[in-house]
């Protein structure tokens, strides 16, 4: 019996279509689990065949996604329109992402592009692509942005630019397919324990080692305890499991809200961003 007919069994959903970007690991990974263990069949993007191996379970179906490569995500739109029990797509979560942090002045500009084309660019896709399905359905977008969109860390520009990015397309989406019963849902996730955010810190000290003697006088001590205040908070944050559980809270509720914060940080911080004048904002941000 194939994951597509085992799934054919419903439980406590009608079985309907989620698609989960960038669900190898963390939090894609775990909203997926959560998702199939309430019977929608979860349509989980994935780039390797380990991974596929690794998360394919009954109602997951790994599905081959690079968000950069077009033809994987036509390959997706298909899977989708040639649903052989016909079922509706209820929602897309845009998570995928990868996350490279050093100071503006030193970051490779290709690296940059590398954030922005993964970041928002591939997620930019994905919704084109699949946004004649959700109308059908009159489902839901739920795209995954970090709390860095609104309170960006010092060395942290590039990631929490795509994502501050990825949150204004967002909002123009919303206002554009509202009228055709389509939702659109923007979370802010702030520190969840996820390999990506493990290998954050460690990343940026490695990539600082390659710096000018100048720029290490001038950046040297501020990438250190910037990476030694997150590694510090990631051993406190909420975990994948945790944040799947909340997120898969937000993907089934009737009426969502515009947006969502997820973890302790981002429900403290974004508050904060909102009413402190910039400058104070500037001299509590960096500690």
């Not at 003697?213 to 975990?239: C, D, N, P, W």
Request: hydrophobic share 45%; aromatic share 4%; charged share 20%.
């Amino acid at each position: 019996m194939t994951v597509r007919e085992r799934c054919s069994v419903r439980t406590t959903s009608t079985g309907e279509l989620i698609v989960v970007s960038g669900a190898s690991t963390g939090i894609g990974a775990a909203t997926a689990r959560e998702l199939a263990s309430r019977g929608y069949h979860v349509l989980a993007g994935v780039r390797r065949d380990a991974d596929a191996d690794a998360i394919r379970a009954k109602c997951i179906e790994p599905v081959m996604l690079d968000i950069t490569i077009g033809e994987h995500i036509e390959a997706l739109a298909a899977r989708i329109a040639d649903d052989p029990q016909e079922r509706a797509l209820r929602a897309v979560i845009n998570n995928a992402g990868i996350e490279i942090n050093a100071p503006i002045e030193v970051l490779p500009l290709d690296t940059w592009r590398q954030q922005f084309e993964v970041n928002l660019f591939g997620h930019i896709r994905v919704i084109q692509a699949l946004l004649p399905a959700l109308r059908k359905s009159r489902g839901r977008v739920v795209n995954i942005s970090s709390v860095g969109a609104v309170a960006t860390l010092p060395i942290y520009g590039a990631y929490p630019g795509s994502k501050a990015a990825f949150e204004s397309a967002s909002d123009a989406l919303r206002r554009e397919v509202a009228p055709q019963g389509i939702q659109v849902v923007i979370i802010q996730s702030g520190g969840v324990k996820t390999p990506m955010a493990a290998k954050s810190g460690p990343l940026s000290l490695k990539l600082s080692q390659g710096m000018s003697k100048e720029h290490t006088r001038l950046y040297g001590a501020l990438i250190s305890s910037t990476v030694s205040f997150q590694s510090s908070f990631l051993r406190r944050a909420m975990t994948a499991d945790q944040a799947a559980k909340k997120i898969t809270k937000i993907v089934t509720t009737k009426r969502p809200r515009t947006r969502y914060s997820l973890g302790t940080d981002a429900a403290f911080t974004l508050p904060m961003a909102r009413f402190l004048p910039a400058r104070l904002m500037d001299r509590v941000v960096p500690r």
